[in-house]
Antibody, heavy 130, light 107 residues
Framework: QITLKESGPTLVKPTQTLTLTCTFSGFSLSTSGVGVGWIRQPPGKALEWLALIYWNDDKRYSPSLKSRLTITKDTSKNQVVLTMTNMDPVDTATYYC??????????????????????WGKGTTVTVSS | DIQMTQSPSSLSASVGDRVTITCRASQSISSYLNWYQQKPGKAPKLLIYAASSLQSGVPSRFSGSGSGTDFTLTISSLQPEDFATYYCQQSYSTSVTFGQGTKLEIK
């Protein structure tokens, strides 16, 4: 059974750096194809994808936030860490981490893959305020 | 970025109704389209992946269709527990994007 849990500060001041940790179980981030992503949701607003890290340490970031985000993994601890610099009140949101699932399609030898976030943590709420 | 636009933004329906939500991509995304359900105060839940594949454990009244730029999520007979917000998400690009959501409310 895959589970994920987010942790970190509930309140940060403007201009500070936010560090969030996703601790997971039920899978290994050293297994080929595995990924863990971060998604956030401001109060009353839509989901916004932030970043994803792959088993091979490849990383992807939201283009609009790329300059402020860093995602790293600690495979031995089963953790993924997201840092976001220069926090602003508009960054107030619930932050989720999620497991990236994969489904193979197509004929053998010519497979292609579909990706989706199939298991989510419960989220952690971060407020940015002085 | 690939932009995802859902319609309608909100919808009122009754238990037993058939409901369709539409998602349009700003460019072709083949079948790289997922649907999620989110209830207040809860994390999103995966319903449909690859445009039309039902996630394990999801009731069969949920179905997805479409490819290219136009997709639909259909609930064949609304149940009380289906009143929630629904999001589409494209995974064609490594820069993932979500739709703005469709809130399904009780009439």
């Amino acid at each position: 059974q895959i589970t994920l849990k987010e942790s970190g500060p509930t309140l940060v001041k403007p201009t500070q750096t936010l560090t969030l940790t996703c601790t997971f179980s039920g899978f290994s981030l050293s297994t080929s194809g595995v990924g863990v992503g971060w998604i956030r949701q401001p109060p009353g607003k839509a989901l916004e994808w932030l970043a994803l890290i792959y088993w091979n340490d490849d990383k992807r970031y939201s283009p609009s936030l790329k300059s402020r985000l860093t995602i790293t993994k600690d495979t031995s601890k089963n953790q993924v860490v997201l840092t976001m610099t220069n926090m602003d009140p508009v960054d107030t949101a619930t932050y989720y981490c999620a497991h990236r699932g994969i489904a193979a399609a197509g004929p053998a030898g010519s497979e292609y893959y579909y990706y989706y976030m199939d298991v989510w943590g419960k989220g952690t709420t971060v407020t940015v305020s002085s | 970025d690939i932009q995802m636009t859902q319609s309608p933004s909100s919808l009122s329906a009754s238990v037993g109704d058939r409901v369709t939500i539409t998602c349009r991509a700003s460019q072709s995304i083949s079948s790289y389209l997922n649907w999620y359900q989110q209830k207040p105060g809860k994390a999103p839940k995966l319903l449909i992946y690859a445009a039309s594949s039902l996630q394990s454990g999801v009731p069969s009244r949920f179905s997805g269709s479409g490819s290219g730029t136009d997709f639909t999520l259909t609930i064949s007979s609304l149940q009380p527990e289906d009143f929630a917000t629904y999001y589409c998400q494209q995974s064609y690009s490594t820069s993932v994007t979500f739709g703005q959501g469709t809130k399904l409310e009780i009439k």
